[in-house]
């Protein structure tokens, strides 16, 4: 027997019922401005903190999305994701769960929306990967460079649609930028500079407290395959950056994941990564990429930053060929050496935070079954870029690595900060 989908059951109830339209509500049937049931996408959330509920508003925007049920082992922020639910529909429908396994294996919902700390993003995206979801998966999206291997591979054997949550690559002024690049408005490409942060060593663990009613906060649970630390309630209240375990990388991917990715973008590099790495100090690092693009990664802001434009905005990016250049920032800046590359060019322009038109973009594909603007194999290589930069930072010199191998080449004390092991049970 066939298995008959929600959309393909609902698609025929409606085409069944045409005979009886006093029976069937307008938005059943997709009228008065409504999307039918049948060409919704229905969404679940994974830890939607913050950041996720700036990205959640981008999906209540759109028609043609639904928000039926949030996973979160705090009951708080679980509680919190179900009002603002609940609010925006009208209705008190919006399920809730302490545990992800309560999301994923619902047959109704088509895609989950993961904003969980770092440690989680890869695991909780294979999970759901493997139950037949697509995802889309805030930033950074792995914690090493196994991590980046993992993810990529489960999403293309589960043929899943996954969008990272860099959502800069579909903000218009750093897309202009990058298309100026690509398409050698520039002249041939000679560097691109990504505004990093500066790199530190993990902070030392917050003081032992009492673990909390596991109904409150389940602590093992939101550890998840982290290592186990005692629990101190300042983690769950988002201090649990630039701490061992549960932050990736020394603070290099919490903007590289975006501007690195930019970078990547614009060097027409999706696909590979650079093969010399080495930090010249915490501030300022560079690689070089296999036919001789040389990717900067420096300070975005603060002492030293060096010849960044005044007022483009946070996270910026500088792509630099030899007939110009043209510098992009999150406050809708962005200006080039040639500003008649850019006129007329910007029509609907948004800050570089706004999740928007890149939820929109993930959205049309699933639909389409197309690749999203920032998918696994984006982040593979350029989350891959930001861990062998770190690395080199971490061991205090030059490392040589190959993209195809996906290692480094004769450095075994390299190669060992690759790897990661997850915590019982919260394995793949």
């Known amino acids: ?26 938005s059943a049937l ?25 990205v959640l508003e981008g999906f209540f925007r759109q028609k043609d999305a639904q928000f039926v049920a949030v996973a979160d082992p705090q009951k708080e922020r679980r509680e919190i994701i179900k009002r603002q639910t609940d609010k925006h529909y009208g209705n008190k429908d919006c399920s809730i769960y302490d545990d992800m396994s309560g999301v994923l294996e619902r047959d ?35 914690m090493n460079i196994q991590e980046c291997q993992e993810l990529d591979d489960n999403i293309k054997k589960h043929k899943r649609v996954f ?15 990058a298309d100026l690049a690509l398409k050698g408005k520039l002249g041939q490409m000679k560097e691109v500079h990504a505004g990093i942060l500066q790199l530190q060593n993990y902070l030392k663990p917050l003081p032992a407290q009492p673990e909390p009613d596991p109904a409150i906060i389940n602590w093992d649970k939101w550890l998840g395959p982290a290592p186990k630390i005692p629990f ?23 903007w590289g994941s975006h501007t690195i990715d930019l970078c990547q973008w614009a060097a027409d590099a999706d696909g590979t990564t650079p093969i010399e790495f080495e930090a010249e100090s915490d501030s300022r690092l560079h690689a070089k990429y296999a036919n001789g693009i040389k990717l900067v990664m420096r300070l975005s802001s603060g002492k030293g930053v060096g010849d960044w434009i005044k007022g483009l905005g946070t996270c910026p990016v500088r792509f630099v060929g030899d007939e110009g250049w043209v510098e992009a920032g999150d406050h809708l800046g962005i200006e080039s050496s040639h500003p008649k590359l850019l006129s007329g060019k910007l029509k609907n322009q948004i800050r570089g935070t706004d999740p928007a038109l890149h939820v929109r973009n993930f959205l049309d594909c699933v639909k389409s079954r197309e690749q999203p603007v920032c998918n696994s194999t984006a982040v593979r290589y350029g989350h891959m ?3 062998a930069a770190a690395i080199s930072w971490k061991l205090g010199r030059k490392v040589t690595f190959d993209p ?25």
């Open 108 to 142: 109704d919902i088509d895609a989950v929306l993961v904003t969980t700390g770092d440690r989680w993003h890869a695991t909780a995206s294979i999970y759901a990967a493997r139950a037949g979801k697509d995802i889309y998966c805030e930033k950074p999206c792995a």
């Open 404 to 428: 195809k191998k996906e290692h480094f080449v004769n450095d075994n004390e390299a190669n060992g900060l690759r790897t990661y092991q997850r915590r019982a049970p919260y394995t793949i």
């Open 1 to 26: 027997m066939t298995r008959t989908t929600r959309r393909h059951f609902l698609k025929s109830t409606a085409a069944a019922c045409i005979g009886m339209p006093t029976l069937i509500p307008a």
């Open 385 to 387: 870029a930001c861990f």
């Open 232 to 254: 101190n309630a300042a983690y769950c209240k988002g201090r649990w950056r630039n701490h061992q375990g549960l932050y990736s990388a020394w603070r290099l991917p919490e």
């Open 163 to 177: 969008q990272a949550g860099t959502q800069r690559r579909s903000v218009p002024n750093f897309s202009l930028a």
């Open 30 to 54: 997709g009228k008065n401005g409504k999307v039918a049931p049948s060409n919704r996408i229905v969404l679940g959330g994974i830890g939607v903190g913050r950041r996720g509920q700036k």
